[in-house]
């Protein structure tokens, strides 16, 4: 596919776009009426139409219900979805709204109700048209808030979310593609003000976006780290998955796959290196606890403390300790370490 920032995508270029979602017996296109989304839908659309067989492609739009123009933008999305011959609906975010995190609880909402359409109309991706320059920034962000390999990695081409595959065909396509393929197809888009809100992080960062290009960090440069950070991320989890296996075997766990808890024994956990075993601390935390997804730098806390447990019995002192963390219970007694579901809560007044 050309790669010339204001190049045209072609159908061709589509048909390499979308040829791993061709099975897919229906596909849910998220379209908020802005350039990106209106060009995942109108060359979806021209994809499908050169199928003998495909998927059935159902426009979404969500109204996060935070600007006027929102709904005037909606209807303007169903139309062109019928003249494309798409059925369209659109689904609200009701209800009160945070004063604080508006943008994470927005995308949290619209993902949700995506995931809910997907599961009503039978479909099995959600597609979204993040860019490559949505990429590049999702990777700054991640960068300021010092996320580890995983997060660097950025956004992935498909994962999981709500129980649908999230689809990103875009992510090798820049911004500037997309607007030069709707103007030639004559067909309009929205502008949401929010993108230029310098109130919010991405558009802070989108304004940086030309300083750093001219020290060479620009979106494809970035997004080239990103793709190595994911390489190199895949491989730290298939050696984790050989821990997990190397542990059972030398007697931290009947199985790795055990549903009460799980179990490590410390001497053998304690050689393996500091990476992997962050990685199998947020395991069995995420999978044991019951107040969602642990934080990277509490499970960092967590293993220098047992650490420090450890070498209490080297030193031939105690060696215990007992503390939560997402709702996980972590122990360390008799030089094994166990993670479990923590007690519920007790509230005031029980």
Same mark, same amino acid.
Do not use: C
């Given at each position: ?78 139309r ?13 975010? #009701? ?37 490559? !320059? ?43 593609q ?10 309009g ?26 020290e060479?960090? !620009? ?40 549903? !009460? ?5 410390f ?16 395991r ?9 997804p ?18 209490r ?34 509230? #005031?007044?029980?």
């Amino acid at each position: 596919m050309p790669d010339s920032e204001h190049s045209v995508i072609s159908a061709q270029d589509a048909k390499r776009l979308f040829a791993a979602l061709r099975a897919a017996p229906a596909l849910v296109l998220a379209v908020s009426g802005g350039p990106d989304s209106t060009a995942l839908m109108w060359l979806a659309a021209r994809w499908r139409r050169n199928l003998a067989h495909g998927p059935r492609l159902i426009a979404v739009t969500i109204d996060h219900g935070l600007r006027a123009e929102a709904a005037r933008e909606a209807r303007d999305v169903k139309r062109l979805a019928q003249s494309l011959g798409l059925p369209h609906r659109t689904m609200r975010w #009701r209800g009160a709204k945070p004063k604080t995190g508006l943008p994470a609880a927005a995308r949290a909402a619209r993902y949700k109700l995506l995931a809910e359409a997907a599961r009503t109309s039978g479909a099995t991706h959600i597609l979204t048209a993040h860019t490559r !320059d949505d990429q590049a920034e999702t990777l700054l962000m991640r960068m300021l808030r010092g996320s580890g390999i995983a997060g660097l990695a950025a956004m992935a081409s498909q994962s999981e979310r709500e129980g649908v595959l999230l689809a990103r065909p875009f992510l090798g396509v820049s911004k500037s593609q997309l607007v030069a393929t709707l103007k030639k197809a004559k067909i309009g888009f929205a502008e949401d003000p929010t993108n230029r809100d310098l109130n919010f992080t991405r558009p802070r960062l989108r304004a940086l976006m030309p300083a750093l290009a001219a020290e060479g960090g !620009d979106a494809r440069t970035l997004v080239r780290l990103a793709s190595r950070l994911a390489r190199a991320n895949a491989a730290v989890e298939v050696l984790a998955d050989g821990a997990e296996r190397y542990l059972a075997l030398a007697g931290g766990a009947a199985s790795p796959a055990r549903l !009460d808890a799980r179990v490590f024994d410390f001497a053998a956990f304690a050689g393996l290196p500091e990476e992997v075993r962050i990685r199998l601390l947020q395991r069995a935390i995420d999978r044991f606890g019951h107040e969602g997804p642990a934080e990277l730098g509490k499970i960092e806390g967590l293993l220098l403390a047992l650490d420090q447990a450890g070498a209490r019995q080297s030193g031939k002192g105690r060696f215990s300790l007992k503390q939560t963390l997402a709702g996980a219970l972590i122990s360390l007694v008799g030089g094994r370490i166990r993670v479990e579901p923590a007690p519920p809560r007790r509230r #005031r007044g029980d």
